[in-house]
């Protein structure tokens, strides 16, 4: 099902420059402002100590993202997760469905998402007798409303079947939240002991952003405080939590801006953590996605620690055709973290991988400000 974008009145015939600053009332506008410009995010990484080069990184890898993108806009098996994480992947440059050169294949992805969601009444999954179906829910509704903000509020662009989409599936994930105020593995009532913090950090992002487009989510304030409650107590009970279940905790609070900010004892923590090696086990590609996030809006010298440890390795394993080379030698049985199976060299998996390290690139204009 193809939809043109269509944009609204004045706006086109004006400069994007001008349409965004039009719009820069809008909540998101400070948040996204470093991203689609290239002036401004390269002035953004030259600032926090970066390299130019990683720019061209990641055009690379969206051209490679684009060429291996299905026909029914999807990527992967695990196709609404890996799609949600693939469009992220592009709105991350602040490349919208309006974009020359890329449009057409994030317009194609947001379909194949808004397509899913009505045809399941709002739920989000390639396989819902998968228990780790709410990690697609998660990350498609999180990817979606990215694209509404960048899309639709910013940049005026109407794609009409996103926002009864993001009604849907956003009313979904807050009703299915846990007694506990976590989430649960196939949406399963949550047990006083249960404690998944990586899945209720993606749930945590969503609720986030979705508080962003001014929708009238019944409960949204109750969910967003009660996941971070969640999160702070078990994190307070858990005190020899892996990297990768810490790292997302840190970049969610800080996101979802919890008070106190919770996420300010758990720096000294990662940054003494930090490890990694694409070529060994310490090649925590899921894990560091989230540190990136975390660190580089915590302080100047946490970022820099990370990004000397871990940049320069990115951008040095990239292919010729865009993506990225297997980690710890395409073993992800081996890797120090969870959700590793970034580390083959399937399709699929090479997909993921390429995402993950594209995403910790865009690092440095991803968010300019936290709101």
């Known amino acids: 099902m193809k939809i043109p974008v269509i944009l609204f009145g004045l706006s086109l015939s004006l400069p994007a420059q001008i349409k965004w600053e039009l719009e820069a009332q809008h909540p998101a506008a400070l948040l996204f402002q470093n991203r689609p ?15 130019a080069a990683s720019e061209e990184t990641v055009l690379k890898s969206l051209r490679y993202l684009k060429n291996t993108q299905e026909p029914d806009g999807s990527w992967s098996r695990q196709r609404v997760g890996m799609t949600g994480l693939g469009l992220l992947t592009f709105l991350g440059q ?7 050169e890329f449009g057409e294949t994030i317009l194609a992805a947001i379909i194949h998402l808004t397509d899913t969601a009505e045809k399941y009444r709002g739920k989000l999954a390639s396989d819902f007798k998968d228990s780790r179906w709410p990690y697609e829910h998660a990350i498609a509704t999180y990817a979606m409303t990215e694209a509404y903000l960048l899309c639709c509020e910013l ?4 794609i009409p079947s996103l926002e009864p989409a993001l009604e849907l599936c956003g ?3 807050i009703n299915s939240q846990g007694e506990n105020g976590g989430w649960n593995h196939a949406y399963q009532a949550s047990t006083p002991g249960h404690r998944d913090i990586s899945l209720t950090s993606w749930h945590l992002l969503a609720l ?24 702070v107590k078990t994190l307070e009970s858990t005190p020899r939590l892996a990297f990768s279940k810490t790292a997302a905790a840190a970049h969610a ?8 900010d919770a996420s300010e004892k758990l720096i000294p923590k990662l940054v ?16 560091n996605f989230f540190a990136a996030q975390a660190l580089f809006h915590h302080d100047e010298e946490s970022w ?8 320069p390795s990115i951008l040095k394993h990239q292919s010729k055709d865009g993506s990225f080379q297997p980690v710890n030698q395409g073993n992800p049985k081996a890797v120090r973290g969870i959700f590793a199976s970034y580390a083959s060299d399937s399709p699929e998996d090479t997909h993921y991988r390429s995402c993950l390290a594209t995403l910790i690139l865009q690092t440095y204009y991803r968010h300019r400000v936290r709101l």
Do not use: V
């Open 94 to 100: 602040g490349r919208t469905a309006a974009d020359d």
């Open 208 to 231: 986030r952003s979705l508080e962003l487009t001014g929708f009238k989510f019944r409960n949204l304030d109750r969910a967003k405080r009660r996941a971070q409650a969640f999160l």
């Open 272 to 287: 003494k953590s930090l490890k990694f090696d694409w070529d060994t086990a310490d090649s925590d590609l899921y894990g």
């Open 37 to 51: 410009f290239e002036k401004d995010r390269l002035k953004a990484i030259e600032t926090a100590g970066g390299e």
């Open 304 to 311: 820099a620690s990370f990004q000397k440890l871990i940049i």
């Open 155 to 158: 940049n005026q662009e109407n």
């Open 253 to 260: 609070l800080q996101f979802s801006h919890s008070e106190p």
């Open 171 to 173: 009313q979904f994930l």
